[in-house]
């Protein structure tokens, strides 16, 4: 099976400051851009232990804790770090192009 990857120019470079983050919508996910120094990271904005926006939890390096019940993530992967979260979140591929940040749709 041959998989493809749509790209989706998201934010200009600038729009995301290193420590910061945005939301943005593609298709039907809300996604959630990370720049943790210089480096963009993507995943679903919604906690895989309860349907709350991590986006509105804290950042501490490479991690963000849902700021409802505490569960901890890792941006790069996804993977669960802390209960009460059991399962991954999604991740999407972010490559910069010029000054755009863009966001990957894997087709198959």
Known sequence: MSVTIDWISVAAVNEIAPGDRLVVEIGRDWVVIFNVEGQFYALEDRCS?????????????????????????????????????????????VRVEGDLVQIGKVKR
């Open 49 to 93: 232990h309860e349907d709350v926006p991590l986006s509105e939890g804290a950042l501490n390096g490479c991690e963000i804790e849902c700021h409802k019940h505490g569960a901890t993530f890792d941006i790069t992967t996804g993977q669960h770090l802390t209960p009460p979260a059991v399962s991954p979140v999604k991740t999407f591929p």
